[in-house]
């Protein structure tokens, strides 16, 4: 339950965002990332205070290379995080729901084909198929619109990245280094502060906006999915995080009315046949495990 949960809760984010998509997307992510910091690291020193010492001390013992490699990983994750969101951010408001609802269903075949780049992962003959049918898809869309395409295809790549720097990440809690990423993320951004915009003012309503974005919309799922990770493989749950796009999707069109082209509606189906495919593997597995 805490797996769907988490992206159930993903695929409903364009609701708040939307709610405040005529403030500039850097103020959004500004506010979102200082917010999400200070009640992330409430949350830990209190609520898993025992936890998250017992991680700092971990930390600590480790040797001078290894606390290198993880500050450096950790670091580089992090802005691929801020980069991501302030992406998300931008699209949600600025170009279409339905954009980055694609991104979200393409993340996890860019993920595997980096990781088949730089961790030398092996793809099956299969997965090669969905990731030619997704390129297709890709170029398709290219054609209607080729900036909501660079959009779409940037916000999969920087996630993507983020993803394949975590696969050999787990020297430390998960929930713990994803409160390092966080706040790290809110110092590299720090500088940027100045250069909020004062229009439109900043009321009551958006800063409780952002507070509902920081709390109920990063911190709680973010702690689901570390505490799905515990129970489920990573590849089962893996397969929920189709949830969010698919949630997305539909309130693009039934509740924001975007508008969907034929050659849309063509890409997006591609799509969503070569996630089927990329996946077959496990959902036959997962299905064969039901019936047993």
Same mark, same amino acid.
């Given at each position: 339950?805490?797996?769907?949960? %988490?992206?159930?809760?993903?695929?409903?984010? #364009?609701?708040?965002?939307?709610?405040?998509?005529?403030?500039?997307?850097?103020?959004?992510? !500004?506010?979102?990332?200082?917010?999400?910091?200070?009640?992330?690291?409430?949350?830990?020193?209190?609520?898993?205070? $025992?936890? %998250?010492?017992?991680?700092? &001390?971990?930390? $600590?013992?480790?040797?001078?290379?290894? $606390?290198?490699?993880?500050?450096?990983?950790?670091?580089? #994750?992090?802005?691929?995080?801020?980069?991501?969101?302030? !992406?998300?951010?931008?699209?949600?408001? &600025?170009?279409?729901?339905?954009?980055?609802?694609?991104? +979200?269903?393409?993340?996890?075949?860019?993920?595997?084909?980096?990781?088949?780049?730089?961790?030398?992962? &092996?793809?099956?003959?299969?997965?090669?198929?969905?990731?030619? =049918?997704?390129? =297709? #898809?890709?170029?398709?869309?290219?054609?209607?619109?080729?900036?909501?395409?660079?959009?779409?295809?940037?916000?999969?790549?920087?996630?993507?990245?983020? !993803?394949?720097?975590?696969?050999?990440?787990?020297?430390?809690?998960?929930?713990?280094?994803?409160?390092?990423?966080?706040?790290?993320?809110? !110092?590299?951004?720090?500088?940027?502060?100045? +250069?909020? #915009?004062?229009?439109?003012?900043?009321?009551?309503?958006?800063?409780?906006?952002?507070?509902?974005?920081?709390?109920?919309?990063?911190?709680?799922?973010?702690?689901?999915?570390?505490?799905?990770?515990?129970? =489920?493989?990573?590849?089962?749950?893996?397969?929920?995080?189709?949830? *969010?796009?698919?949630?997305?999707?539909?309130?693009?069109?039934?509740?924001?009315?975007?508008?969907?082209?034929?050659?849309?509606?063509?890409?997006?189906?591609?799509?969503?046949?070569?996630?089927?495919?990329? *996946?077959?593997?496990?959902?036959?597995?997962?299905?064969?495990?039901?019936?047993?």
């Amino acid at each position: 339950m805490a797996v769907i949960a %988490t992206f159930v809760i993903y695929g409903f984010f #364009s609701l708040p965002l939307k709610a405040i998509d005529e403030f500039p997307s850097l103020d959004i992510l !500004l506010s979102r990332l200082s917010m999400a910091s200070v009640l992330i690291l409430i949350f830990s020193f209190v609520s898993r205070r $025992k936890i %998250t010492f017992e991680n700092i &001390r971990i930390f $600590k013992s480790l040797s001078k290379k290894e $606390k290198q490699k993880l500050l450096i990983v950790n670091t580089v #994750s992090s802005a691929m995080l801020a980069v991501n969101w302030y !992406l998300f951010i931008y699209v949600m408001n &600025r170009v279409s729901v339905n954009a980055t609802a694609l991104a +979200y269903m393409l993340c996890p075949v860019i993920n595997t084909f980096l990781a088949y780049i730089f961790l030398k992962d &092996r793809l099956s003959p299969i997965q090669w198929i969905a990731i030619a =049918l997704s390129i =297709l #898809s890709c170029l398709l869309l290219a054609f209607g619109n080729y900036s909501e395409t660079l959009y779409t295809f940037s916000i999969g790549l920087f996630y993507a990245i983020y !993803l394949v720097l975590q696969k050999n990440n787990n020297r430390l809690d998960r929930f713990f280094t994803l409160t390092f990423q966080i706040t790290v993320g809110t !110092l590299i951004l720090l500088p940027l502060l100045p +250069y909020q #915009s004062s229009e439109p003012e900043k009321t009551v309503f958006f800063f409780g906006i952002v507070f509902v974005i920081a709390s109920f919309f990063t911190i709680i799922p973010m702690y689901l999915n570390v505490f799905a990770l515990n129970k =489920l493989s990573s590849s089962t749950a893996g397969i929920f995080i189709y949830l *969010n796009p698919i949630f997305s999707f539909l309130l693009a069109i039934f509740y924001f009315k975007e508008d969907m082209s034929n050659l849309k509606i063509i890409s997006y189906t591609i799509v969503f046949f070569s996630v089927i495919l990329f *996946n077959s593997k496990i959902i036959l597995s997962l299905l064969k495990t039901k019936k047993a």
